[in-house]
C-alpha cells in the first residue's frame, strides 16, 4: 500500500517564500507529482520528480529524496492568487500501473 | 493549449437512478482516467484505459461503474445504479502513454449530487 503524508494547512505572505513537504512510504515508486487545486475546481499540473534532485519551473521548484521518502514543492514570489491546495501525489512502479495515489493536500492562504 | 473537457458540470440525480459522465481527453493522448473527490476528501483514483480496455481499476471500482470510449473522442464513465455515497466530483484525467514521464492532465470535473 501506499501513504502520503502532508501538513494540512499552512499560512504565509505575499512575497514569502513557503516550502510544503510531503513524505512518503510505498512499495514501489515511480515518480512524484505536485498539483495545484483551487477550490471547486480541477487539479492543475505543477511539477514532476522521479530521480533525487531539485526541479525549478518558474516561481516553483520541486525536490526529492527517494532514500527519505521526501519531497518538498516551494514556491517563491508568493501571490494571493497562490492560496489554493497543494496535492501531492506517489505513482507506482509496478509495469502498467499508471494510477496516482494522491495525498489530503496542503491548504495554503497567502496573507497580504 | 489543448484541454480535457467534462460534461455536464453537475448532475443531480435519484438515489438508484443511472448516470452517465462524459469525457473529451486531449487527442493524443493514449490513457485515459477516473477520479473521484468526495467533499473535503483526497482525490482517489477509479479507473485508468488503454487500447479499448481497462488497464487497472481500484476497489472503488465495484460492478456498478464502467467505463467506455464509444467513438474516436468521448470517454463516458457509467454509475449504474447510484447510491448516496457516490456524490462527489468525478474528474476525467488523460496522458500521452511514456510511462516515465506521463503526466496527467484533468478536467474541470462533474459534480453529482445524488438524492
Known amino acids: 500500500g501506499q501513504n502520503i503524508d502532508q501538513p494540512t494547512e499552512m499560512t504565509a505572505t505575499e512575497g514569502a517564500i513557503v516550502q510544503i513537504n510531503c513524505t512518503y512510504q510505498?512499495?514501489?515508486?515511480?515518480?512524484l507529482f505536485w498539483y495545484q487545486q483551487h477550490a471547486g475546481e480541477a487539479p492543475t499540473f505543477l511539477s514532476y520528480?522521479?530521480?533525487?534532485g531539485l526541479e525549478e519551473k518558474g516561481r516553483f521548484s520541486s525536490f526529492l529524496s527517494r532514500s527519505k521518502g521526501y519531497s518538498y514543492l516551494l514556491l517563491k514570489e508568493l501571490q494571493m492568487k497562490d492560496s489554493a491546495s497543494y496535492l501531492c501525489?506517489?505513482?507506482?512502479?509496478?509495469?502498467?500501473?499508471?494510477?496516482?495515489?494522491f495525498g489530503s493536500g496542503t491548504r495554503l492562504q497567502v496573507q497580504p | 493549449e489543448p484541454e480535457v473537457t467534462q460534461t455536464p458540470s453537475h448532475q443531480v440525480t435519484q438515489m438508484g437512478q443511472e448516470v452517465i459522465l462524459r469525457c473529451v481527453p486531449i487527442?493524443?493522448?493514449?490513457?485515459f482516467y477516473w477520479y473521484r473527490q468526495i467533499l473535503g476528501q483526497k482525490v482517489e483514483f477509479l479507473v485508468s484505459?488503454?487500447?479499448?480496455?481497462?488497464?487497472?481499476k481500484s476497489e472503488i471500482f465495484d460492478d456498478q461503474f464502467s467505463v467506455e470510449r464509444p467513438d474516436g473522442s468521448n470517454f463516458t464513465l457509467k454509475i449504474r445504479s447510484t447510491k448516496l455515497e457516490d456524490s462527489a466530483m468525478y474528474f476525467c484525467?488523460?496522458?500521452?502513454?511514456?510511462?516515465?514521464?506521463?503526466?496527467?492532465?484533468f478536467g474541470p470535473g462533474t459534480r453529482l449530487t445524488v438524492l
Open positions: 484505459f488503454y487500447n479499448n480496455e481497462i488497464s487497472e
Open positions: 487527442s493524443n493522448h493514449l490513457y
Open positions: 510505498t512499495s514501489g515508486f515511480n515518480g
Open positions: 484525467a488523460s496522458g500521452r502513454g511514456a510511462v516515465s514521464t506521463d503526466t496527467q492532465y
Open positions: 520528480n522521479v530521480l533525487d
Open positions: 501525489a506517489v505513482r507506482d512502479v509496478d509495469m502498467g500501473r499508471r494510477a496516482l495515489t
